[in-house]
């Protein structure tokens, strides 16, 4: 059953590259991504009481952490899936392109969901890089003069992290042979952590958090980020922003520990900073910035660095609502992309001073984009409230105020920033001759289904997922 859930990804890439399947390729790519959320979700309840579930030992292992990641990447894949098939029909995409897109789809979902399963810290680098080469054919796919630019960015920056994060595994290989331990897995490390030479070990963690976060989009390494996830088709950047992004960032949060175990490499304290950095800049960032689909991807940007600053408090409370957090961004990014996908097909335009009273428009877009500015902006009852406040209590327990009073600070930026441009869009002056189109229907009922665990989330939290958070935080705290 585990197995089968990355191959029911390459099958649908397989279909989906035959020559004259451009018409079955996105009936094909919904149905394999509804099977493989449905075994997600049947692992995720399996594991939600701890433990792990071996395949392959020290090659193929899952445990509540990477069972609740595998179950993100699978709602987000099956979502932008079933997006994607009415978004591409809406730009009267060839069969050929269609055919093409899905299956670089399908195969940028098998590399994701590759990544929790995999137990060997070569093997995990491997796939992160994957995730890099295939969504830049994605991010490309629109040949336009910008979205080629994007893509080239995208490529420079991410390759450039690779070789770097590349480098870091090498040396902490280096680290953990010179302690007699050839077992290169997460607990294998963890297990040879405290044997470690503290030079080898400080310069691996300096260099893999340089390259895994250029992929993730910490400051001053995201340059490329919006530029990317704003050229992209909506449903990819869903995929970037809303998973992508954090599956990477799990890579790093499962290596915390490993390092945290050199008290003199203040592993908590550059979490927090790097993460406070993230999250400031990108507050203001987001404030400025004229396209609106460049403001959900600086959102992305904030979200890690909140992510990154409650995972370097270094505490229980702290672990509980990083993993939350990463919940709650993955459920609701996704939503938002595919709220500024509506918005893109009923405008034209992602200009945000371009757009104005989008209430008259289309209806169904101004609600959409509302909706998704407030849910992410972390206001209540949605699900982004309630982890981020998890966030600020745990800070508030560590006896962390100044953080608490920045992260706070930012976090209210943030929100303003995003509800100041949405609601001049969405309620400003009506445009003298505006642009009616109709949103396709898959498009309505994927940007509905990703509204439902947003909403859900926010007012209730089902005990098995209570559970499940529990279980992978105990597992975040001692991978």
């Known amino acids: 059953m585990i197995l089968a859930i990355p191959l029911l990804a390459v099958l649908a890439a397989l279909w989906c590259a035959i ?32 433990g792990t579930l071996t395949v392959i030992r020290g090659w193929v292992e899952l445990n509540s952490l990477a069972a609740l990641l595998l179950t993100l990447i699978a709602l987000v894949y099956a979502t932008a899936a079933l997006f994607s098939w009415g978004y591409l029909a809406s730009d009267a995409t060839s069969e ?48 336009s003069a910008d979205a080629l630019e994007a893509a080239w960015k995208y490529m420079v920056l991410t390759l450039l992290g690779a070789t770097i994060a590349v480098l870091g595994v090498l040396v902490l290989y280096w680290a953990l042979h010179a302690t007699g331990s050839t077992e290169f897995t997460w607990d294998g490390l963890h297990a040879a952590a405290a044997r470690m030479p503290h030079a080898l070990l400080g310069f691996a963690f300096v260099l893999l958090l ?14 490329w980020l919006p530029d990317a996830h704003s050229q992209a088709p909506s449903p990819v950047c869903a995929m970037l922003s809303g998973i992508e ?29 790097l993460g406070l950095i993230s999250v400031g800049a990108a507050a203001l960032l987001l404030t400025q910035t004229q396209d609106y689909k460049r403001l959900f991807a600086f959102s992305t940007v904030e979200h890690m660095g909140i992510i990154l600053t409650a995972a370097g408090l270094l505490t229980p409370a702290g672990d509980v609502a990083a993993v939350w957090q990463l919940l709650a961004h993955s459920a609701t990014k996704s939503l938002c992309f595919y709220a500024a996908g509506v918005t ?48 600020l209590r745990a800070g508030l327990l560590a006896h962390a105020y100044v953080l608490v009073a920045l992260l706070a600070f930012f976090i209210v930026v943030a929100f303003f920033g995003l509800l100041w441009h949405v609601t001049n869009m969405v309620a400003g002056p009506p445009e003298s001759e505006p642009r009616r189109r109709r949103i396709p229907l898959t498009c309505a009922w994927a940007l509905l289904l990703a509204a439902l665990p947003v909403v859900i989330l926010g007012v209730w939290l089902p005990q098995g997922l209570a559970q499940a958070l529990e279980s992978a935080a105990r597992v975040l705290g001692a991978a």
Not at 104 to 123: K, R, T, V
Not at 349 to 375: E, M, P, V
């Open 19 to 50: 020559p004259r399947a451009g018409r079955a390729a996105p009936a094909v790519t919904v149905l394999a991504a509804i099977a493989v959320l449905s075994l997600s979700i049947r692992l995720l309840w399996t594991l939600s009481g701890g």
């Open 96 to 143: 050929s392109r269609i055919r093409l897109y899905h299956a670089n789809f399908n195969l940028f979902a098998f590399s994701m969901l590759s990544i929790p399963m995999l137990n060997e810290i070569g093997l995990v680098w491997i796939f992160v890089e994957l995730t890099s080469l295939l969504s830049i054919l994605l991010v490309s796919f629109a040949i």
């Open 210 to 223: 340089v390259g895994y976060g250029a992929k993730i989009g910490l400051v001053p390494l995201h340059t």
């Open 245 to 273: 992004t954090s599956v990477i960032l799990y890579v790093v949060l499962r290596l915390r520990n490993v390092f945290a175990g050199d008290p003199s490499l203040h592993v908590g304290a550059w979490f927090v900073v």
């Open 344 to 391: 893109l097909i009923a405008t034209g335009t992602r200009d945000i001073a371009a757009i104005r009273g989008l209430l008259g428009t289309s209806r169904f877009a101004a609600a959409a984009l509302l909706f998704g500015a407030l849910a992410i902006g972390g206001a209540p009852p949605f699900a982004v409230f309630l982890s981020e406040l998890a966030i």
